[in-house]
């Protein structure tokens, strides 16, 4: 199976019945993000799971950029499983936010790991992302 990302990134896509909604990628050495579609009341959800940083962001952001080419309107991140979380996918929820509400949509954040509640209040980012939670008390 040929690399992703490059030659000599140590990153693989895996395949092997996944299924359309399942995209996920393998590094070698066993860290992963794996992206599952789900269905939201919400919106279009995301379900995230694993390590989400530099060698993993571009998976989400094309997942993004495919879900907006599809004509979502509202797209929520479960990040409950995420369980690693660096700069890199910090700014890629960033990004992904701003291209939302460019093309009038907006990303939302359901729940969220302890690891990545802590990355979004260290940063200042928390109130840059909205949440499921605050959706519901407006």
């Known amino acids: 199976m040929g690399e992703a990302g490059g030659r000599g990134s140590g990153i693989e896509p895996e395949g092997g019945g996944a299924g359309p909604e399942q995209t996920s990628l393998r590094r070698v050495g066993g860290a992963a993000l794996e992206i599952v579609g789900e269905p939201r009341d919400e919106g279009r959800g995301l379900l995230l799971r694993g ?4 060698a993993c962001a571009a998976l989400l ?3 993004l950029e495919r879900l907006l080419d599809d004509g979502a309107e509202r797209i929520v991140l479960e990040m409950s499983e995420v369980t690693f ?6 700014r890629t929820l960033l990004v992904g936010a701003e291209r939302c509400r460019a093309a009038g949509g907006e990303l939302l954040l359901g729940e969220v790991s302890r690891q990545v509640e802590r990355l979004l209040e260290i940063s200042g980012a928390a109130g840059e992302l909205r949440r499921v939670e605050a959706e519901a008390e407006d």
């Open 51 to 54: 390590e989400l940083d530099l």
């Open 61 to 63: 952001e094309r997942r």
């Open 85 to 90: 979380m660096d700069s890199t996918g910090l």
